[in-house]
């Protein structure tokens, strides 16, 4: 069955998110060049639902939005992200028509059994629970269909967005976010390549006793089909009641989830939403959902670790350098001087050789106080423009603070970011990306 991804669709779907998306423009602008009064808190609870009910990449635009620090009013950051995965599922006719189109007709005969109600739905498609003959459990992920034309529509409406907010405040530039946003989402409709990604990291994680991946089952799988062996485990939330201890062992193994593949083989995993990763009762990570990966070019990552050293040994210059190895271009020493005041929050807890919490402030939200701080210092010296690696990199390590928080987590992570970076050698990193990069078909 052929999905419908030309003309026609792209145009109803540009019609539906240009309603959406039309609507926060005008309110915004009406509210800033018009001097009109809007509610902003039920506008942006109205916008949510919306883009909730559209389903596709608005909906994961609007994820990865709300994650980067002043990108949106504080206002819309806070209901996007509650767009998570539990979004409104498609019902059992969808299902049997859309896994015809991607297995054959006879398709249901290829499983033992097969639940036709989704066990999670997200922004670009619903993952169903299902047996195998052989008994193995597996995650069926199964994309909504006319995502391509729908990436397509819903990109023209990021530039409204991205435009209209760089009107309103232009402490930010997002030229790059915006192309960085759109190549990740186009590879997200690929699910061969995120097979190739869950590839990879069940490799470079092979010797992490704390972190589980899921292995792709190729036979029942298509580029909008994915069958996954099935993970087991808890909600995040379930576990903020637990005992310190059980809390620690949980945050450190997801520091250890997501950072070795980054600093081992300058990959790391962009979504870190509470919908893609669980815990099971042995407080272990099962890491989920493979389609938001990034792999970095290894002087980024050397440049990561030249900023700690920087900061830890107050070098201005090798601040510089280590900006200038990120992409950040031209900058005056007060714009390094604003820049720095952001690094030093992100890497406070790697500068303090102790056990402590990843947050000294109490206020609720990773980092808030200090991004208001930074983004009015940007605004009067005239912005800046973050480098398109930046926008994943940033969005990780706010994502990974904000759970570490909701753990009430004290760990030494000095140490722990030591233990991995100790040794660091550029060439090393370069031939261990590569080799991993070729041992799944990546390069």
């Not at 005969?109 to 989704?118: G, H, I, M």
């Amino acid at each position: 069955m052929a999905e419908e991804d030309g003309f026609a669709s792209r145009a109803k779907r540009l019609a539906r998110t240009t309603r959406t998306v039309g609507g926060l423009a005008a309110k915004l602008a009406s509210e800033r060049y018009l001097g009109r009064t809007i509610n902003r808190e039920i506008h942006a609870s109205e916008l949510r639902d919306a883009i909730g009910n559209l389903k596709g990449p608005l909906m994961k635009v609007a994820q990865i939005l709300a994650t980067i620090p002043d990108a949106l009013p504080d206002e819309y950051a806070e209901e996007l992200r509650q767009l998570q995965a539990d979004a409104p599922s498609m019902g059992p006719p969808f299902v049997r028509r859309r896994m015809a189109g991607e297995l054959g007709p006879e398709w249901r005969a290829q499983f033992k059994e097969f639940d036709l109600q989704a066990a999670h739905a997200a922004s670009l498609g619903q993952v169903h629970r299902a047996v195998l003959h052989d008994g193995r459990d597996v995650a069926v992920k199964l994309q909504y269909p006319q995502m391509t034309a729908a990436v397509e529509a819903d990109l023209k409406q990021l530039r409204l967005i991205i435009a209209v907010y760089k009107r309103y405040d232009s402490a930010i530039q997002p030229e790059h976010i915006q192309d960085e946003i759109a190549d990740r989402l186009r590879e997200e409709l690929d699910y061969g390549l995120e097979a190739r990604h869950m590839a990879l990291y069940n490799n470079i994680l092979k010797d992490e006793p704390g972190v589980s991946i899921p292995s792709s089952i190729p036979e029942l799988s298509t580029s909008r089909l994915l069958t996954m062996t099935w993970l087991t485990g808890n909600k995040l939330f379930d576990l903020l009641d637990k005992p310190v201890d059980v809390r620690n062992v949980i945050a450190h193994n997801m520091f250890r989830a997501w950072y070795v593949p980054f600093y081992k083989y300058g990959v790391i995993h962009g979504d870190p939403h509470l919908g893609n990763y669980s815990v099971t009762d042995q407080h272990s990570i099962n890491l989920l959902d493979f389609g938001c990966i990034r792999i970095f070019p290894p002087n980024f990552v050397h440049g990561v670790i030249e900023l700690y050293l920087a900061l830890k040994t107050n070098d201005h210059d090798r601040a510089a350098a280590a900006y200038a190895a990120w992409g950040f271009n031209n900058l005056s020493n007060e714009l390094l001087d604003v820049l720095n005041i952001w690094a030093k929050f992100i890497y406070a807890p790697l500068l303090e050789d102790k056990v402590r919490k990843i947050q000294d402030s109490d206020s609720g939200h990773y980092g808030a106080e200090v991004a208001q701080k930074v983004h009015k210092e940007l605004r009067r010296l005239g912005g800046v423009a973050p480098p398109r690696e930046f926008v994943l990199m940033d969005r990780a390590a706010i994502g990974l603070g904000s759970v570490f928080m909701r753990l009430k987590a004290e760990l030494n992570w000095a140490e722990m970011f030591q233990n991995l970076t100790n040794d660091f050698n550029l060439d090393s990193l370069k031939k261990q990306q590569r080799e991993a990069l070729l041992s799944v078909g990546l390069e």
